[in-house]
């Protein structure tokens, strides 16, 4: 299969070469990936639930923003790999790819998963890399590196990286073949040219079609029309089996108690969902139109060397409290970028659980 690889780039998609290809590579700098643990649902249902859990865990606005997902199942866990994009992004990366589909690194390497224990996989371009990590077959976490092009990957030091405890796992690294002939050689890794990452049959399937899916329905209205057509069926069978009625009296209490818990059942789902609304419009008034931006440079900032356990914005300020190593080196990546200005540094205080540093960040994000 041949794949291409795009970015999207003052509002349009560039490709990284020329000529045909079978399947157009999204940059993960484009898209977010959530892991959302879903409750045993119906088909029908899942894509409702995720578009209220995303109101919550996801900033950006939900008329701007375009999702897909795969579903994963193992025993009774239930997973949903949420995909989130901006509208405008798909848009271009569709006029780009023209019919061919939309992949990401989960969709490629999904054959190659293990079922069971643990697994990771890297999965390097020229200007991002990813970090999937697996447990028995489904995915746990993802975490995206962007990187500096022309600069070699440095395999070994990201592994050093991560807990001991998990560099044990087999893994696997996807990478441009030319980059994989100059990187180093780990033991019990498996090395994949990009160009052969697809170990599926034909062309794998597209992440945000244009046909979408169905429009959801409210959970009020699908259980109004539910409980309408469960009415309309009492009737006509007892018009049916009208002469028997001792029977029949028994079978409509057992209907008037159905139809008196959905009602209740339709009522608290619906006021849930209004609260929902109602939340969203408040984080609406109070996000920046620009959180999206800020959050990306940040995480280019900060990366592993920090986790951020809360942040404030308003206006074109913001302040962040996080845990990490060497804040003053951080303190480096944000004077090289010129995003951002007025960076200031305070608070800095061991951290006695994790024998790191707590500390505070404040300053000026110019990314209008």
Not at 124 to 153: I, N, P
Not at 309 to 325: C, K
Request: glycine share 8%; proline share 5%.
């Amino acid at each position: 299969m041949r794949l291409g690889c795009g970015e999207k780039t003052a509002g349009r998609v560039s490709l990284s070469a020329a000529g045909p290809f079978d399947a157009l590579l999204m940059s993960r700098l484009d898209v977010d990936l959530r892991v959302l643990e879903v409750p045993p649902v119906s088909e029908k249902d899942l894509e409702g639930l995720i578009r209220l859990r995303l109101r919550s865990v996801y900033p950006g606005n939900p008329a701007e923003t375009a999702f897909d997902y795969r579903l994963a199942r193992r025993g009774k866990t239930r997973r949903a790999i949420v995909f989130v994009s901006r509208k405008a992004t798909v848009e271009a990366y569709r006029a780009a790819a023209e019919r061919c589909p939309l992949v990401l690194p989960y969709q490629l390497i999904f054959a190659r998963v293990p079922r069971r224990g643990q697994f990771r996989a890297w999965f390097c371009t020229e200007k991002w890399a990813e970090l999937l990590v697996y447990r028995d077959g489904m995915l746990v976490s993802s975490t995206v590196r962007r990187r500096t092009r022309g600069k070699r990957f440095d395999l070994e030091t990201e592994e050093s990286r991560l807990p001991a405890e998990s560099r044990t796992a087999p893994f696997i690294v996807v990478a441009p073949a030319e980059e994989l002939a100059r990187m180093a050689r780990i033991d019990g890794a498996v090395y994949l040219p990009l160009e052969s990452a697809h170990a599926g049959h034909g062309r794998p399937d597209s992440l945000f079609p244009p046909a979408g899916r169905k429009a959801f329905l409210p959970v009020g209205v699908r259980t109004g029309l539910l409980l309408a057509a469960v009415l309309v069926l009492g009737l006509l069978l007892l018009f049916k089996y009208a002469r028997q009625a001792e029977d029949w009296s028994g079978r409509l209490a057992d209907l008037a108690d159905s139809l008196e818990k959905g009602t209740r059942e339709s009522l608290a789902m619906q006021q849930e969902l209004d609260a929902l609304l109602a939340e969203r419009e408040r984080l609406d008034a109070e996000t920046p139109r620009d959180l999206y931006l800020l959050l990306s440079e940040l995480s280019g900032v900060l990366g592993d060397a920090a986790r951020i356990r809360s942040i404030t914005v308003r206006d074109d300020s913001f302040q962040l409290d996080a845990t990490g190593n060497n804040p003053l080196r951080l303190m480096e990546g944000f004077k090289a970028r010129g995003a951002f200005s007025d960076m200031k540094l305070s608070q800095v205080v061991p951290d006695a659980d994790s024998l790191r540093e707590r500390f505070s960040i404040s300053g000026v994000f110019h990314g209008r």
